[in-house]
């Protein structure tokens, strides 16, 4: 069966220092792969979107950065976190191909950047 | 935009009502997923109905779509206070390069 980790599950780092989110699926081959920030109340903005390994859309202009180094790993990463950067980090994954593809969540990571 | 938007934003019932959400949307879809999520946790998926569906049941949800109108509804019956959680609407527009985009939410509050 197909699993998804994501980690840590908090974090709390300070303003200006780096970020490295990571993610990876398990039991299914050649993904697509998101990252999507919710702030506190809201709703989830598409970050990031991997349809393979090197290939990654930016939905939205950001301190943030995602890479894709294997075909199930994606992570997330800052070089310098700013306040506006807290909020609840959620990777998630989809079947490639056809159009009922629904997307499987990891249990998100809590930043706080203090 | 083509994320869908939900409404209410909150609504609060007592155990054994329904709860009704409506999500409406602006662009064409391929699909229409329903996901919920409980209080600091992943989305689980709980539903979708393709573009050419009116209807579907799952359990104690029904979904319904009217792409005239671009506007979906979820309806849980007979609630239960388990049902409690933020309940959301994601889709997938036609042609787009399959980015899933999720609406702001409905908080749902079932009081036993």
């Known amino acids: 069966s197909q699993t998804i980790h994501q980690w840590p599950a908090t974090l709390v780092q300070p303003v200006g220092s780096p970020l490295s989110l990571e993610c990876t699926v398990e039991?299914?081959?050649?993904?697509?792969l998101y990252w999507y920030r919710q702030a506190a109340g809201r709703g989830l903005q598409l970050l990031f979107y991997?349809?393979?390994?090197?290939?990654i859309s930016s939905e939205v202009p950001q301190n943030l950065s995602a890479s894709r180094p294997q075909d199930r790993q994606f992570i997330l990463s800052s070089k310098k976190l700013l306040l506006s950067d807290s909020g609840f980090y959620l990777c998630?994954?989809?079947?490639?191909?056809?159009?009922?593809?629904?997307?499987?969540f990891g249990q998100g990571t809590r930043l706080t950047v203090v | 935009s083509q994320q869908g938007e939900e409404d209410p934003q909150a609504l609060s019932i007592q155990e054994g009502e329904n709860a009704t959400m409506n999500c409406s949307y602006k662009?064409?879809?391929?699909?229409l997923q329903w996901y919920r999520q409980n209080s600091g946790r992943g989305l689980v998926h709980l539903i979708l109905?393709?573009?050419?569906?009116r209807e579907k049941h799952s359990g104690r949800l029904r979904v319904t779509l009217d792409t005239s109108k671009k506007s979906s509804s979820l309806l849980i019956t007979a609630s239960r206070a388990a049902d409690t959680a933020s309940y959301f609407c994601a889709l997938i527009s036609s042609g787009s390069a399959r980015q899933l985009t999720f609406g702001s939410g409905t908080q749902l509050t079932v009081l036993p």
């Open positions: 109905i393709r573009s050419n569906e």
């Open positions: 039991g299914t081959s050649n993904p697509n």
């Open positions: 991997s349809i393979g390994i090197d290939q």
């Open positions: 662009t064409s879809i391929n699909n």
């Open positions: 998630a994954w989809s079947v490639k191909g056809g159009i009922s593809t629904e997307a499987f």
